[in-house]
């Protein structure tokens, strides 16, 4: 039964567009929604015998108590205010798209005086370009590369190329103009630019025609040098341009949608076409979706797209959805252009549509396999160290330090076999001097296990905790995990490769609380994962004692500046950029940066003739007091 003050407001809704909100006990938002009609919409979830077969439906007689509702005037607000709500509320029912933060742009903002290329993590709405998003990091940087090699625009930072008084190594190697220092000419610049934002938007026929054009043009005006560069240009765009299927014979840009569905696991792949080739294919994970394929597109959609400032001339979907107008609208508005929202039922469109279907299924796939092999790895690994749980969780600790000093502790995690960065943890040691590795391990594990018995947020304890070492770490740990009182917690050591007494190489090996015989790594797939964790704490330690090793090498340098304290420290290196481009900076730009005058003084006084290390180059530096998670 509907809790009665739910039962009330359903009878008074108004008809008018707008949003509802379902909520539960203690306030929990079960589920947002929008609609033409509140009043039709939200009746329609109760009526007897509905055909409504959404999964949550079902339950809403058990589980809600209250009901929201938001009036708008038009289906374009109601399509926006209930985008906002679910990202804010992240509702249990609603569809949730995947972050995809890990997806890559480019951006080229063409209206500074000299535009550069750079990868970003997050379009913003800044009126510069924006192209992608990469499938993944390695596709985006491998295109900045090619466009940095062959179109020969800057690539210093804003504040490395206002503080240059010389040309760069760029510059020598003919892969920028300089303008930095040198007079070049800015049409000529801008002309790169354009001829940047064409390739990556994929219009290469248009950028080969343009190309040869000046090639032939630089020839005859005997100009050879120049008619190289643009040839070399010519060449790398006709190579992408091969490396390209072309799927259709559509000149405008569209993202064409498919998907795979198997119950309440969905997969969604997107296909970039620009100028009739397939510029590119994202596939992104829905999980746990309670609600019929329709909404599921159309709540995809406005994830997707509504915040993007780079789309397309049209978006194929293969089913109608909802209030497409209301979106088209908005997703035009942010364009500043049409952007239609289609479903074709034949022709060259729904081939598109099949292929990014086929796509979706086979990610799908692929993933799903992916997950049924590490399910047989963590069983096998299970059995092969005896343990009492699955290890879905695993958690493995390194010792770093730089010379015996700056002493620290990585942890780093494993979730089914895969790396966990979100519960990555480092320690520095406080208590234990320089060089005693017994003593530091055995230091932070009390305060890692002693944070996850108190059962702090994010600090929940492990399947199993692998230390880094052989016997003796070991026991280190085995002693911690008893000092601290958590006798079911599973514990391993992977120990190096040795050779011998007798001369015989042997390899990496796995120790056991109670087992007398290491257990050999040899070629297991399932001990791989430990050597996984392994190599992921070694590299997250190399990470550590660089970040280490700049900060004591900043606070030999700013430290000795009297009346400039951390937060000055840290404001200066992340508008400038780096402890030389501060010690390079005139007092005026320093107060600029956040400096007071006197302080600014007290730098170039100190400072003033004093030469940075060459390897304090990065604003990496102003992060570093706020590196690492300590008790």
């Not at 089913?319 to 609208?329: C, K, Q, R």
């Not at 390194?398 to 979100?422: N, Y």
């Not at 320089?434 to 594990?445: N, R, T």
Request: charged share 35%; with cysteine; aromatic share 6%.
């Amino acid at each position: 039964m509907v809790a009665e003050a739910a039962q009330r407001k359903i009878e008074k809704l108004p008809a008018s567009p707008g949003v509802y909100v379902f909520h539960g006990a203690d306030d929990e938002v079960l589920y947002v929604g929008k609609a033409r009609t509140l009043r039709s919409r939200v009746r329609s979830y109760f009526q007897p015998g509905s055909s409504d077969l959404r999964l949550f439906v079902s339950r809403l007689e058990r589980e809600l108590t209250d009901i929201e509702t938001f009036v708008t005037h038009t289906d374009k607000e109601a399509a926006l205010l209930e985008n906002q709500l679910i990202k804010s509320h992240q509702p249990k029912y609603n569809v949730k798209l995947r972050d995809d933060k890990e997806y890559l742009s480019l951006r080229l903002d063409a209206k500074k005086p000299w535009p550069r290329l750079e990868v970003v993590r997050r379009p913003k709405p800044d009126g510069a370009q924006y192209f992608g998003p990469y499938h993944s990091a390695t596709a985006a940087r491998q295109t900045l590369r090619l466009v940095n090699r062959y179109f020969q625009l800057r690539t210093c930072t804003d504040t490395e190329f206002r503080l240059r008084s010389r040309p760069c190594l760029q510059y020598q190697i003919k892969r920028c103009p300089g303008p930095c220092v040198l007079e070049v000419d800015q049409e000529e610049y801008r002309a790169q630019v354009a001829n940047v934002a064409r390739f990556l938007d994929g219009r290469h026929d248009e950028l080969v025609r343009d190309l040869g054009a000046r090639m032939t043009d630089a020839s005859g005006e005997l100009e050879y040098e120049r008619a190289a560069v643009y040839r070399d240009q010519l060449r790398a765009v006709e190579r992408a341009q091969e490396e390209q299927r072309v799927a259709g014979v559509q000149k405008s840009d569209q993202d064409v949608i498919g998907f795979h569905r198997q119950g309440d696991q969905v997969e969604v792949a997107v296909l970039s076409m620009r100028g009739g080739r397939l510029f590119g294919v994202r596939t992104l994970p829905l999980r746990r979706v309670a609600v019929p394929n329709d909404e599921m597109l159309g709540a995809f959609l406005r994830q997707h797209y509504l915040e993007r400032p780079a789309l397309p001339d049209e978006i194929l979907v293969p089913a109608s959805i909802e209030m497409s107008e209301a979106l088209e609208e908005l997703l035009s508005e942010n364009r500043k252009r049409r952007v239609q929202i289609i479903q074709p039922k034949r022709g060259a469109k729904a081939k598109l549509l099949d292929l990014a279907r086929e796509n979706a299924e086979h990610a799908f796939k692929e993933k799903e396999r992916a997950r049924e092999d590490v399910e047989q790895r963590l069983e096998q690994l299970q059995h092969r160290l005896r343990l009492s749980v699955l290890p879905r969780r695993i958690e493995c600790v390194d010792i770093s330090h730089t010379g015996g000093e700056e002493t620290a502790a990585v942890f780093v995690a494993l979730r089914d076999g895969a790396p966990a960065k979100e519960r990555y943890r480092s320690f520095r040691v406080k208590e234990v001097g320089g060089g005693d590795d017994y003593g530091a391990m055995y230091e932070v594990l009390v305060r890692r296990l002693r944070r996850g018995k108190n059962e702090e947020a994010g600090w929940e304890l492990p399947d199993l905790l692998v230390v880094d070492g052989g016997k003796g770490q070991l026991g280190v740990a085995v002693r911690a995990r008893e000092d601290v009182g958590i006798a079911d917690l599973e514990l391993a050591s992977v120990a190096k490769p040795r050779i011998t007494a007798a001369g015989e190489e042997e390899g990496e090996r796995v120790f056991r609380p109670g087992q007398k015989n290491a257990i050999p790594v040899r070629a297991s797939s399932a001990l791989s994962l430990l050597l996984l964790a392994r190599d992921e704490t070694h590299r997250a330690s190399n990470a550590l004692r660089k970040k280490l090793g700049k900060r004591r090498r900043l606070r030999s340098e700013l430290d000795a500046v009297p009346g400039v304290g951390p937060k000055t420290r840290g404001k200066l290196l992340r508008s400038l950029g780096s402890l030389r481009e501060v010690m390079a900076a005139s007092e005026e730009q320093l107060v600029e940066a956040g400096a007071t005058k006197r302080q600014a003084q007290a730098i170039k006084e100190t400072l003033g003739d004093h030469t940075p290390p060459p390897d304090a180059q990065t604003a990496e530096d102003a992060a570093i007091e706020n590196a690492f998670q300590t008790d």
